[in-house]
């Protein structure tokens, strides 16, 4: 039986799934002068709304696939903003799984599966905005703002089920009242289709387009709502978590607008940055080669046409359907993404994880987090896989594209084979291949954005465990949403009480006095330097606590600066690297037998000064290090033909990994993909890291693509180079 996902949620919840705020007989109408025009919204249980106000032109017809167009002012200077307003054009998920099925007969999970669900009304014409405030609130209140990205894997979501309704009042009664400000963004292959010809075109993440051109409405307008256009939190879930971290990142991290920061902190739940190739790479053409067909714009009457005139000439069921051709999130693809942000040179410079570790996006302070169980709604149609090869084969099929299969076969030998969730694994490999698709879209993301902030920028983190023991998804992703959105248990209000303090003072502990029972822990930043190594606060069942963000450790060192495969993995053995490492400041053309080498420091913060070849042995002695290491005996073997292949580039580039102090963590994967020796310290701790280096051809492609693309995240001295 194939039953379309948002219908099955349909069907178990009955008619009344989602809370929403319209006009009714309850609800009284008020109006807000805005520079746009006059808007009409209502008021209901002590919150006013103004929804689907519109703030561009209506992207059809030749404007379709088209970079918004700013809305002029009301043609007719009034706009009716009483009910829910419009939802953007779905992909409609068809894929049944009977696991899916199973998981949806519990009332928490279809609710929070629901709450994002559009209410109808969908329609091209549907870039709107909607503001909720506190009723009466003041011209000049100067409110802080909360700005909310839905998710939905970039194909599906909608503003229209995201109301303050619960949100607002307690923040009322804390006095930390904010706006509440939600926008509608193109999806699937509306806002998101790409290829060469869309990059030729310039029309390539119109979506994050529409959210850009929604955060500068709000700088616009929203002081006419009484907020403050300096005081915006940028937030959302899963893909709109990644759309916030993609607004950090437009035009390499300029959010300005009118000489002013368009935001000053962010929130986001279950995403960030997000590793995709470029929007004319192969797996964006082969979804647009897909759409094309679809739509009838292959034919041979359009061979030599503009394949982009013909999809927006085509009607609007038709070109809809087109883009309903290719693979969903919820699917056996899974998190294979068919439509999301890519890489065009011009917005978005480079993938996101690139832009971070160069530093390109907005630092601002922010709130990160994750559910516990983030793959396990994205595991439930692969039950097919009920052995150790075929998750492999599945991984390098669907994700690892251009992994071998020993690479892969060593990440998944990290996690472990067993169910921890309570109850009967729904198949063999569900868990495993659950952890791994958790990690490579939200969770290991999140750790590898976390390291490229600077120091000073606050950033606090979380994990969610409140539906531990729910049978198959356990605290699955969106189980958050009901949490921010619906939910008045001790938990939810917790939750709530977080965001609202740091939306108004940027600090999430701000009021703690107010929290529930159990739920007053102290919140420390993730770089806290106290007994909690990168801590984060565990929203559990009944209570807060701060934990380590430290499992899976083994698993997340395959990965290298960029998110791929290494292989081997590194080899647990007791001994832990520490501190930083550096590089001989001086490699010199070697003769046969004799190595170049790193040397790890405990609290080193300069490169070893000198590396003295010794013939005899094969061995090379480091003589000292700036502050005065001791020396250390360093073995393994190079080739000779080493220095005959490397440029002066090469050297310069081998000088910036030297003083860029890199982390243990990343000199353990170049250790790794060029295994050799490692020596103990009397401490028994990893006191360096040589490398034996078997294929200079090999050496070269792995370091300056891993120097292009991945900037240590730290400083060191200026190299003095030598050819």
Request: glycine letters at 10%; proline letters at 6%; hydrophobic letters at 40%.
């Amino acid at each position: 039986m194939k039953l379309p996902f948002l219908s099955a949620v349909a069907v178990l919840l009955g008619a009344a799934t989602v809370t929403s705020i319209s006009s009714s007989s309850t609800s009284t109408q008020t109006t807000i002068a805005v520079p746009a025009g006059t808007i009409v919204g209502s008021v209901f249980d002590g919150v006013e709304y103004y929804r689907g106000i519109p703030f561009a032109q209506p992207p059809t017809g030749s404007l379709r696939l088209k970079p918004p167009v700013r809305l002029e002012p009301f043609a007719h200077d009034m706009i009716q903003a009483t009910g829910v307003g419009p939802a953007c054009p779905q992909l409609t998920a068809t894929s049944s799984s009977p696991l899916l099925l199973e998981a949806l007969s519990e009332p928490g999970v279809a609710a929070a599966l629901s709450l994002g669900s559009p209410l109808g009304n969908e329609t091209e014409d549907c870039l709107t905005i909607s503001v909720m405030r506190p009723q009466g609130t003041a011209p000049d209140a100067k409110l802080p703002v909360l700005f909310w990205l839905y998710g939905g894997a970039f194909e599906k979501g909608s503003a229209q089920p995201y109301n303050a309704s619960i949100l607002i009042p307690r923040a009322v009664v804390q006095d930390k009242p904010f706006i509440f400000v939600t926008v509608n963004y193109r999806l699937g292959g509306f806002g998101f289709l790409a290829g060469r010809e869309v990059l030729a075109d310039g029309s390539a993440n119109l979506g994050l387009l529409d959210q850009r051109m929604g955060l500068e409405w709000v700088a616009d307008n929203i002081a006419a709502f009484g907020g403050d256009p300096a005081a915006v939190t940028i937030s959302g879930q899963s893909a709109g978590a990644i759309s916030t971290f993609d607004q950090l990142a437009l035009y390499d991290g300029d959010n300005s607008y009118k000489g002013n920061p368009l935001f000053r902190a962010a929130i986001m739940n279950s995403g960030s940055i997000l590793l995709l190739e470029p929007v004319d790479g192969d797996r964006a053409q082969a979804v647009f080669e897909t759409v094309v067909e679809a739509a009838g714009c292959s034919s041979p009457a359009n061979v030599t046409a503009d394949r982009l005139a013909c999809l927006r000439d085509v009607d609007y069921a038709t070109y809809l359907n087109a883009t309903n051709s290719v693979p969903t999130d919820l699917s056996y693809s899974s998190v294979a993404l068919s439509y999301a942000p890519r890489p065009d040179g011009n917005i978005l410079t480079a993938s996101t994880d690139i832009l971070a570790k160069r530093g390109k996006y907005a630092a601002v302070p922010l709130i990160i987090g994750d559910m516990e169980n983030e793959g396990t709604l994205f595991s439930v149609f692969q039950a097919n896989i009920t052995t150790k090869a075929a998750l492999v084969a599945y991984l390098r099929d669907t994700v690892f594209h251009h992994a071998t299969q020993e690479q892969v076969t060593a990440l998944v030998d990290t996690y472990p084979h067993e169910y921890r969730n309570g109850s009967a694994a729904p198949y063999p490999e569900f868990q495993r291949l659950a952890a791994i698709l958790g990690d490579i879209e939200f969770t290991l993301m999140r750790r590898l954005f976390l390291q490229t902030l600077p120091p000073s920028v606050p950033a606090w983190s979380f994990i969610a465990t409140w539906d531990r023991g729910t049978p198959i998804l356990g605290t699955f992703h969106t189980s958050d949403l009901p949490q921010l959105f619906h939910s008045v248990d001790a938990t939810a209000l917790a939750v709530q009480d977080r965001y609202i303090a740091f939306v108004n003072s940027l600090d999430p502990n701000h009021g703690l006095a107010l929290a529930p029972v159990g739920y007053e822990t102290y919140w420390p930043t993730w770089r806290d330097t106290g007994t909690t190594k990168r801590p984060l606060i565990e929203f559990g069942v009944n209570s807060t606590s701060i934990v380590a963000d430290d499992f899976r450790e083994a698993s997340v060192d395959g990965f290298d600066g960029d998110g791929n495969l290494q292989v081997p993995l590194l080899a647990k053995s007791g001994a832990t690297c520490r501190g930083k490492v550096g590089g001989n400041k001086r490699i010199q053309d070697k003769e046969k037998g004799q190595i170049g080498a790193w040397h790890g420091k405990e609290e080193g913060s300069t490169s070893i000064r000198e590396l003295v070849t010794h013939n005899e042995g094969n061995d090379i002695k480091a003589r000292s290090s700036n502050n005065g290491d001791n020396p250390t005996l360093i073995h393994g073997p190079l080739t000779p033909a080493l220095h005959t292949g490397l440029g002066r580039r090469t050297w310069q580039s081998l000088g910036h990994m030297a003083h860029t102090m890199l982390s243990c963590a990343v000199i353990q994967d170049i250790v790794q993909a060029f295994p050799g020796q490692r020596s103990i310290d009397s401490r028994g701790r990893v006191a360096m890291a040589p490398l034996a280096l078997y294929s200079a051809e090999a050496f070269i492609v792995f370091f300056e693509g891993f120097l292009d693309d991945w900037d240590g995240g730290g400083e060191g001295e200026e190299s003095e180079e030598e050819g």
